[in-house]
Nanobody, 115 residues
Framework: QVQLVESGGDLVQPGGSLRLSCAAS????????MDWYRQAPGKQRELVAT???????YYADSVKGRFTISRDNARKMVYLEMNSLKPEDTAVYYC?????????WGQGTQVTVSS
C-alpha cells in the first residue's frame, strides 16, 4: 500500500516561488519513479515532472527551466521547486507513483498564481 501526502501549495504573485513537498509511506520508495502532475480548472491532468530511481529527470516544456523536481530517499520525500511562477501555473498539484498497473495519487495541493 502506498500513501502520498502533498503540502506547500499557496497563493503567490506572478514571478514568485513555491516549494511543494510529497511525503510517501511506501517501503519500496527507492525502487520507483515519482511524478508531479497538475490539473487546472476545466483542463485535463497533465504531467509536470518525473524523477527516476537514479534521479534522472523529465520536465514538461511549459515548466522547463523554471521547475526542479528532487527526491530524498532517506526521508521518502519528493519536492517540486517552482520559480518564476505564472498565472497559467495555477492548478491543483498531485504527487503520483506507479506500481505495475496501479497508480497511486495524493489528495493534491492548490497553487494559485495571481496578483
Amino acid at each position: 500500500q502506498v500513501q502520498l501526502v502533498e503540502s506547500g501549495g499557496d497563493l503567490v504573485q506572478p514571478g514568485g516561488s513555491l516549494r511543494l513537498s510529497c511525503a510517501a509511506s511506501a517501503s519500496d520508495f527507492v525502487l520507483y519513479s515519482m511524478d508531479w502532475y497538475r490539473q487546472a480548472p476545466g483542463k485535463q491532468r497533465e504531467l509536470v515532472a518525473t524523477i527516476n530511481i537514479v534521479s534522472n529527470t523529465y520536465y514538461a516544456d511549459s515548466v522547463k527551466g523554471r521547475f526542479t523536481i528532487s527526491r530524498d530517499n532517506a526521508r521518502k520525500m519528493v519536492y517540486l521547486e517552482m520559480n518564476s511562477l505564472k498565472p497559467e501555473d495555477t492548478a491543483v498539484y498531485y504527487c503520483h507513483t506507479q506500481r505495475s498497473t496501479r497508480g497511486y495519487w495524493g489528495q493534491g495541493t492548490q497553487v494559485t498564481v495571481s496578483s
